[in-house]
């Protein structure tokens, strides 16, 4: 039986969420969405565990995970108790309850640490590449300031210690997940190789293709129906998606065969800014698509999405200003200037990863593997 935690919709509401307590569960939520399946009963259900105060059964479910957030299931609530937005704390709430520092639960309730701390490490980033040389002129390339092999070094300790981070909120996930449903299914066979592979298939083929998330915006009385595909929210986050994925392969590609890549000819510089592009294009997008509010997904924004958002661009920006500079050997104090926001901007967004909604980047592909094996 699962325990009741009677604080619990309060603790959520500080999440980001409207009174969910004001849901009926008339249903009209889940038979508006159009990625409600049997096995994946939602809104509604997500909704009743809040209000009944049931947070491992909240914590255990694989659909606050399978919702790309379009909003429909908000704005046609007759009760207005934002159930797209609920699921969306819910997630943010899981993040920071797998994530085992704490830091992400301070950053997600409040505003002000969440800018705080983003700037801390802005400003740790810079200074401690600044401070090595202090008497030096800042040079083309911060090599000359910071030998690479600390560089090196120091990216390889950032990546070890998300990567840890990681693991532990992946095996709290899969904990909470496998204790739920080994109580409903004591006497499932468990899956053969066929089966588990056929899983990897499927998740594999919705992160490159985003098919359930065309889904969303696809409705014949839906905002986006009349719009070119480039523009939809899908492939809005398709490019920023893989955009990041592909620039943090070329970064790790750099860290792992110790060159910098100044030559734009390498296949991790070329890498690099074909997925550049993309991210660019993705955020640039969303940024837009959040100044004109065209729908209830990007009618509400909070300084962590604009940071986000903001961060990403300017990686990517800086990027290519980087990638002219090497074009045309041009050895400015500007583009020193440039190198260094790339560098520790980069970092952030790294840094922030696990502790920040971009969180889901690494949940959701989890999840969806679970729901296509079960």
């Not at 750099?254 to 550049?276: E, H, M, Q, Y």
Request: glycine share 6%; net charge neutral; hydrophobic share 50%.
């Amino acid at each position: 039986m699962a325990l009741l935690n009677p604080g619990l919709t309060k603790e959520i509401q500080s999440y980001g969420t409207a009174d969910f307590s004001a849901c009926y569960h008339c249903g009209n939520c889940t038979s508006i969405c159009e990625l409600s399946e049997e096995s994946a009963f939602f809104p509604r259900n997500l909704i009743r565990y809040g209000m009944l105060g049931m947070k491992e059964k909240l914590l255990s479910s694989k659909e606050i995970w399978l919702c790309y957030g379009c909003g429909e299931c908000s704005e046609t609530c007759p009760r207005d108790a934002g159930p797209g937005d609920f699921i969306a704390a819910v997630r943010r709430y899981a993040i920071a309850n797998y994530e085992p520092t704490g830091l992400t639960r301070l950053m997600f309730r409040n505003p002000y640490a969440f800018t705080g701390i983003t700037l801390l490490i802005v400003l740790i980033l810079f200074f401690l590449m600044m401070a090595m040389k202090p008497d030096h002129e800042v040079s083309r390339w911060i090599f000359n300031m910071l030998p690479f092999d600390v560089v090196h070094d120091l990216g390889m300790y950032i990546f070890i210690f998300i990567g840890f981070i990681t693991v532990i909120g992946l095996y709290r996930m899969l904990r909470n997940i496998s204790k739920q449903e080994t109580v409903h299914s004591e006497n499932d066979i468990p899956p053969g190789w066929t089966k588990i592979w056929t899983a990897i298939r499927k998740t594999a083929s919705e992160i490159a293709t985003m098919n359930r998330y065309r889904e969303c915006d696809s409705q014949d009385d839906a905002y986006w129906s009349a719009k070119p595909w480039f523009l939809r929210p899908w492939f809005v986050h398709w490019t920023i998606m893989m955009g990041f994925l592909g620039l943090l392969l070329a970064t790790i590609l750099d860290f792992v065969f110790k060159d910098p890549a100044t030559d734009i000819w390498l296949p991790s510089r070329i890498l690099g800014t074909v997925t550049g592009l993309m991210m660019m294009y993705g955020a640039s997008l969303a940024m837009i698509h959040r100044l004109a509010k065209p729908t209830h997904f990007y009618a509400k924004s909070n300084i962590a999405d604009w940071v986000f958002l903001a961060f990403i661009w300017l990686a990517g920006f800086t990027g290519f200003w980087l990638e002219a500079a090497v074009a045309i050997h041009a050895d400015t104090m500007m583009n020193q200037v440039v190198f260094i926001i790339h560098t520790v901007v980069s970092m952030e967004l790294i840094l922030l990863l696990i502790f920040s909604k971009f969180a889901h980047a690494v949940y959701r592909p989890v999840a969806l593997f679970l729901h296509y094996l079960k």
